[in-house]
């Protein structure tokens, strides 16, 4: 399965390391195909650089973790073309995850949960742990 992680999880992730949070994303890049987009990291380093300056060299020692195909947004985007987000700054990411063909798009962000589209599925990572990622028997 093709998974692609939103900003905000894995900022979670790396201020959070002994968490089930920060252990699932670990889990998930050994589990699941794992697809980053690249304004993903951009966005990660400038809010871990902004907010959590003293936590950078856990981000960038925390990506090195995770095993990832890297997806390029694209940066001219015609919005009636993709599903219908509420933040229009969500429109690169949303399309990244579409044309890499992730199965799986999981956020906590609220705009993303509440849209309507249909793929990839976007789920909270508790939920994708729930369902996915349960103990092989």
Known sequence: ????????????????????LSRSVL??????????CDKVIAELREVMGR??????????????KLDYELALSPTD????????IRDENDYPILAASIIANVDV??????????SNVI????????????TYMKPEE
Not at 51 to 64: G, H, N, R
Not at 77 to 83: A, E, L, M, Q
Not at 105 to 114: E, Q, V
Not at 119 to 130: C, L, Y
């Open 119 to 130: 793929r990839p599925k976007i789920m909270t990572i508790s939920a994708f742990s729930d």
């Open 1 to 20: 399965m093709r998974v692609m992680l939103d900003t905000n999880v894995i900022v979670s992730a790396v201020l959070f390391p002994a968490s089930q």
């Open 27 to 36: 889990e998930l890049s050994e589990r699941h195909g794992l697809v980053m």
């Open 77 to 84: 985007i015609t919005k009636d073309v993709y599903p219908n």
């Open 51 to 64: 907010k959590f300056s003293d936590k950078v060299q856990a981000c960038e020692v925390f990506l090195k």
């Open 105 to 114: 798009f999981i956020s906590g962000d609220g705009d993303f949960l509440a």
